[in-house]
């Protein structure tokens, strides 16, 4: 015959009540008796009947098993409300930085002017050097950037000017290569006119100028 399973529930008759106790009890017994050997585990049962008789079982003592577990759960509860020290770290270094970044504020505010009337006179004058030698930073530094400003601005007038007096030599250059333009070997009839037509040096005559050009004597 197969084993019928039996449904997990209340069993309403008391005498089958009190046998299914009874051997359930020894089974579980049996059992933490088997868990305790095989694997070197303390362990400790407490079970209290449906009329109130108590039935215990311990691989070494229930007390003592008891004990243990309130011990761990203290432990257990301790560690819980104290935080960690990553955690404590963590926040010591947020307050830390909040009160400098407080204090940091609170000195630019002093720099502008605002929130003056909690401050004592040292500390009063303390800020009145603070300010001083800032203004003077500030005004050093300004006369820098004009000093450099100015040297940029002479810098580029000479360039300008140098590129403006080559510019007229180039001009000057073109001029006379226009005005002037020989043939190879002997100069053009027109350059010759020019030459003549213009007022000759001192000590020359028209019959140099002819002979040398190789013209007509002009009468």
């Not at 950037?145 to 250059?173: D, P, T, V």
């Amino acid at each position: 015959m197969t084993r019928q399973k039996i449904q997990i529930k209340k069993i309403d008759n008391t005498a089958a009540r009190q046998v299914t106790f009874s051997k359930r009890r020894r089974g579980l017994f049996k059992k933490a008796h088997e868990l305790s050997t095989l694997c070197d585990a303390e362990i400790a049962l407490v079970v209290f009947s449906a009329t109130g008789k108590l039935f215990e079982y311990s691989s070494t003592s229930t007390g003592q098993v008891i004990e243990r577990r309130n011990l761990q759960s203290e432990r257990t509860n301790g560690l819980d409300r104290v935080p960690s020290l990553e955690m404590q770290i963590e926040s010591s270094t947020h307050a830390m930085l909040g009160k400098e970044i407080a204090e940091k504020n609170r000195e630019l505010r002093h720099l502008r002017g605002e929130e003056l009337q909690g401050l004592n006179l040292e500390e009063l004058k303390h800020l009145e050097k603070l300010l001083e030698a800032g203004l003077s930073r500030v005004t050093e530094t300004k006369d820098e950037r004009f000093l450099k400003e100015i040297s940029n601005l002479k810098r580029k007038g000479a360039e300008l000017m140098e590129a403006n007096q080559q510019l007229k030599q180039q001009i000057g250059n073109s001029s006379m290569d226009q005005a002037i333009v020989p043939q190879q070997g002997q100069p053009s009839e027109s350059a010759a006119r020019v030459w003549i037509s213009a007022d000759p040096p001192q000590g020359y005559n028209n019959s140099d100028i002819s002979l040398r050009l190789g013209l007509p004597f002009p009468n």
